[in-house]
């Protein structure tokens, strides 16, 4: 395995479907303590909520977001080709505050250690599969205006696992064109890095051969996106990609990032997005998150948009 440099710097964000909104927004924003910092609509189908969590300013490699589609399309299955869970870091000292908040209402906890960190595994209300993993070395800091105490707040993604039947071809991909390289292996999962190396840059590729195969729909994660710090780079990984044999997808503006996507052939959907402009570009810093926001494209339906959208209270308190 030959590992070449890439623009790619660690994940920039996870995106999931779940069904309910309200409850989307209790359990991650009320329940969390995750930043709501944009709420918006799927760009592809405007009638479905898109919600975007992370730290104060929704920096890369902290965001996880969700399309709501209520009542329609159904369940997915997790399974092999898909991103098998939401994973995110915080201080070693908090396990035991997160176990006891979670049990506390109603969220069923286990734990679990991989590669020698303690885990916290549980679902969402959706039965997506989130896990809070003590990580010593990591510098980022939480939400501190959020419903959890500054010490004890998540502070982004810490890795991204990988469920793959047959993992060969996608290490081969991950650690080639796009620039990882193996931190260690255990048992059937490979944790890989990339940049600077550490939580938020993590990868884990997981083998599962007997798993059945994921399918998508509400309780499963959609795609992963990678971060690259600006157009430059993404144009050269595009490029790259394409020239050996990727079928990648011109650059779409999503607004906050702008992004190119391709399938890897273990099936999982990639993105690779931009740093840039970010969300603060059409909402203050201060009250991101507060208001609808549309892309211009849909601004002049906003008021039937807005009509068929479910109304979205603030997160519930959670004592
Ligand atoms: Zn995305």
Redesign the pocket.
Known sequence: MTTTSSPITGI????AIASDPQANVDFYAGLLGLRLVKKTVNFDDPSAYHLYYGDETGSPGTIV?FFTWPGVGGRGRVGSGQVARITLSTAPESLDFWTERLRRHGVAVARAMRFGEDVLEFADPDGIPVEIVAVANDQRVGWSGGAVPAAFALRGLHTAELAIATPQITETLITGDMGYRLVRREGDRARFETGAGGSGTFIDVVATPHAPRGLGGVGTI????WRVPDDTGELTLQARLAAGGTLVSPVRD?SYFR?IYYRERGGVLF?I?TDVPGFAHDEPAVSLGGALKLPAQYEPARAEIEKHLPPLRPARTYA
Do not use: C, D, V
């Open positions: 920039h964000h996870l995106t977001t959609h795609h992963i996106a999503r992004s993105e997005a």
